[in-house]
């Protein structure tokens, strides 16, 4: 079922990458776990940028590989929380890798039409 249009994806895609960029620094993570979420963070930024729907850049990755992008991310979000002392948040980074994947189940595969231009009349 693709209920989830890709424009309300693409949002969710950034506010998702900064909220794992910023929780190492909320939770007081160092060492590998920081850096770890930083550069997953990043990478989530970057392969969004380079998608061909609404929130895309360069707009060279199609829609179905940019979602098993995310679906990895959810799986490397998951893996994170087994593997790494996150002091209390292990539940947050979990929910995270869930929402991921829910998020891929549920967005449709092709970009929807760009937004209508909106023209002004002449006086």
């Known amino acids: 079922m693709q209920i989830l249009p890709t424009r309300l994806h ?3 895609d950034y506010l998702v990458s900064m909220l ?3 929780l190492p620094f909320v939770a007081g993570w160092h060492g590998a776990a920081r850096w770890s979420f930083i550069a ?7 392969y969004s940028l380079m998608t061909d729907y609404e ?3 360069v707009r060279v990755l ?3 590989l940019h979602l098993a992008l995310d ?3 959810g799986a490397a979000m998951v893996v994170l929380a087994a593997v790494l002392d996150l002091r209390g948040y292990v539940w947050l980074v979990v929910a995270i890798g869930i929402l991921a994947w829910v998020l891929v ?3 449709e595969r092709r970009p929807g039409s760009p937004a209508p ?3 002004g009349r002449a006086p």
């Open 71 to 73: 679906a990895i991310f």
């Open 10 to 12: 693409g949002l969710l």
């Open 117 to 119: 231009e909106i023209r």
């Open 55 to 57: 929130w895309g850049g």
């Open 62 to 64: 199609p829609m179905p």
């Open 105 to 107: 189940m549920i967005t």
């Open 40 to 46: 997953l963070g990043g990478l989530g930024i970057a």
């Open 20 to 22: 794992v960029i910023a």
